[in-house]
Every structure is written in C-alpha cells, then in structure tokens.
C-alpha cells in the first residue's frame, strides 16, 4: 500500500521572550508493503518526509519546533529525512528492523508538529493469543519532527544530562472486551533511569445514548546504572473520567506527580497522562493538577465532522527546591509554591465526502499562564493546519 500526505501548518506564538511565527507546508509518503509466501514472510516499510518553508525568519523560528533550524537559529527553506524497516512476519507476530514510527505508553513516535517523529532499533509485535497483544523492543535513537540528522541520539523532553546509548522496552496489552483495555509495560533508557506503566481504560454504556468511560495511567520512574540525569524517584499518575450524552461529552480529570523530579521520558508522544495538553505537561515536581473539558460534535445540526472542544487545566503545589542540584533538571529552575494554568480551545473539521474526503482542518488556540516557581512559559498560540490524504495501492 502507498500513502501519502501533506500538511499546510501556521504558528504564531506570543511569549514573555519573544514572538513566533512559523509557516511550512509539509509532505509524506509511505510505503508499507505486504509479506511475501512461506513459514517466514519477508516485507518493507520505507518513507519519506520534505518540509518546505512558506514563511518565517530569525528571531522568529524555532520556538514552535514546527521548521527546521540552520545553525545560526534561522529557519531552513526546507528539510527532509527518509528511512525504510525490513519487517519479518510468522503466524501473527511481526518483527521489524530499521527506522520507523512506534507507539506505546513508555516509548512513542508523536506526530502533533510539521513531519512525525522517528525511531531507530527493533520492534516486535506479538498477536498470538486472544485478547493479549506482546511487545518488545530495542532502539539506538530517535529523531525529533523538525530534525533531518539521523545521529543526535534520543530526544528526550526535559534533562539535560548526557544521554544514553539504548532504550529497551516490552509489555502486553490485554483486551479482554470491547469496554475494556489494560497495559503494563517496562522499561530501561540505558543508564538514566527504569520505568513502568500500567494503564486502564473502561467504557461504560448507560443506554443508547449516554456513557461513561475512565482512563487510568501510572508511571514508576527510577534512576539506573550511571544515572545521567541525576536522583530520579518519581511515580505519576493520572485518572480521567469522561461522562458521554449524545453529541455531548464531560471530562474531569485529576493528575499527581510525587517526586523531586519532573516526570520525563523519552520520545516526544511517551507521556499518555490525561493532563498532558498542548503547551504543559502538568508535569512539575510534586505538582497536581486539575482538568474541565467538554467536547462538541455537531452532526445532529447537519455539520457531520466537525467537532467544538475546550479544556482547561489548572496545575498547583510544584516544589523542585530539592532536585538533585548536580542533575539533568536542575537548570530548569523549579521554586516551591508553583502554579499555573492553560486553557484550550479548537475547532476541528473533516471533510466527508467528494474528492476532499479525509481532508482534515483545524484551529487551535492555547494559553498559558504561570507564576515564576514553574518552568513553562507564559504564551499564547494559535495553530492552523490542514492535512489532506494523498493515498494509493498497488
């Protein structure tokens, strides 16, 4: 199968140190072959991303991790990468080598900017049995949305301590009904840290139009071997409840870190907290967090596709005075007595039919505001995109 895509992104972005804007238009093709005969199959993943600059300059660049930079901090009139996984196929388990994009709680490929996120290693995916999903993994990198280089190690999110050299993963996921899915993974990034995750989500029916779901997630984060980021002891959890009424949809959620530390990981999407939004992770050490959203679709008033959504988030009781001062997150400044807030708005549309079907737009404007004992910015962004499907098979 052969498909492609193409993005046309615009981000404007207001901070306390500046102004942002970027525009790029954004090509992606993939290619997913199928498995040749036999006891083993044989088959290929490639693909390949350009990122074209529409608009954008010095000072101007960067901040929104939407292009990519020279080094002088100027935006590139374009940037690109390719890469290609052999995939190995017995019975219902598949093994794939190469660079490729991977999605689990611990260790996961994001796709939220310009060109999706990369990683490097292998990749096993075990369906064997009913219900239970196996997988394992070992990676020697990753590259970030806006990069074109191969060889910058991991990206990983908040430490800026020396990087490890690997990141082995493996977990199972068992979905015993259609209401109901638990995970538990774990996980090493090489002489930084172990973690584990166990994750719930159950669904609920009340009748034929109303529901109730829960999302439950908690991570376990030590440091390990030479620890290059530090004192790491951190266990975060998050707990989402979501109460569904027609086109309707209520979500309260509750997030917790309890650590010295801010919660970190490895990949930009490896962070399946429900409190995670647009411009914070809620994520400080010690912090907690609240979250209101409600959700919009508007088919019952002849707009099938187009959904309304707003959150907001409030995060409090951020203490980072007792960080490791010799660690990866030291330089973050964390105080005690921090707090801040975000709230999120967005308009998103999908077309439904004719030759634009698939063709997805959306508008998004996020605000963040924090006082000076926290490590986010405050900012202002609006986020445009239109991403229209290209797709093929032969």
């Given amino acids: 199968a052969r498909n492609s895509g193409a993005r046309n992104a615009y981000k404007p972005r207001a901070e306390r140190n500046g102004y942002a804007e970027e525009w790029a238009y954004g090509l992606m093709g993939t290619l997913q072959s199928g498995f040749t ?9 490639a693909h390949a991303y350009l990122g074209v600059k529409l608009d954008s300059g010095g000072g101007r660049a960067g901040k929104a991790r939407l292009l990519g930079l020279d080094n002088d901090g100027y935006p590139k009139d374009n940037f690109g990468r390719g890469g290609a996984a052999i995939k190995l196929r017995m019975s219902d388990t598949v093994l794939s080598w190469g660079e ?26 075990s369906n064997e049995f009913t219900a239970l999903k196996m997988v394992g993994g070992h990676f020697t990198g990753s590259t970030d949305r806006n990069a074109s280089s191969h060889d910058q190690g991991f990206v990983v999110n908040y430490s800026n301590g020396p990087k490890g050299d690997a990141f082995d993963l493996a977990g199972v996921v068992y979905t015993p009904s259609k209401n109901l899915s638990a995970s538990i993974y774990s996980s090493r990034y090489e002489d930084t840290w172990n973690q584990q995750y166990l994750g719930a989500l159950y669904s609920q029916a009340i009748d034929d139009n109303r529901s109730l779901t829960y999302n439950f997630n908690l991570y ?4 390990e071997g030479k620890a290059l980021s530090g004192n790491i002891d951190n266990t975060t959890w998050s707990l989402m409840g979501t109460y569904a009424q027609g086109p309707h949809s209520f979500s ?22 429900t409190n995670a939004v647009q411009l914070s992770d ?4 010690n912090e907690q967090s609240w979250q209101a959203r409600y959700d919009l679709g508007m088919t019952p008033w002849g707009m099938p596709g187009l959904v309304f959504s707003a959150a907001y988030v409030r995060g409090s009781q951020i203490d980072g005075s007792h960080a490791d001062p010799r660690g990866g997150y030291a330089y973050l400044g964390y105080g005690k007595g921090g707090k801040h807030w975000e709230r999120d708005l967005e308009a998103r549309y999908v077309i439904q039919s004719g030759t634009a079907k698939g063709t ?11 006082n000076t004992a926290q490590a986010e910015l ?3 962004q609006v986020r445009l995109a239109v991403e229209y499907p290209l797709t093929g098979r032969f």
């Fill in 37 to 45: 005969q036999g006891l083993i199959g044989v088959g290929v993943d």
């Fill in 100 to 125: 490729q994009r991977v999605k689990t709680p611990v260790f996961s490929s994001s796709d939220s900017r310009l060109l999706p996120e990369t990683a490097t290693g292998v990749f096993l995916t």
């Fill in 220 to 223: 376990r984060t030590t440091d």
């Fill in 252 to 273: 309260l959620g509750y997030q917790k870190v309890h650590g010295d530390t801010p919660f970190d990981y490895v990949t930009r999407g490896a962070i399946f907290l």
């Fill in 282 to 285: 809620f994520n400080a050490p």
């Fill in 360 to 370: 997805i737009l959306s508008l998004r404007h996020n605000v963040h505001r924090g």
């Fill in 378 to 380: 405050d900012t202002d």
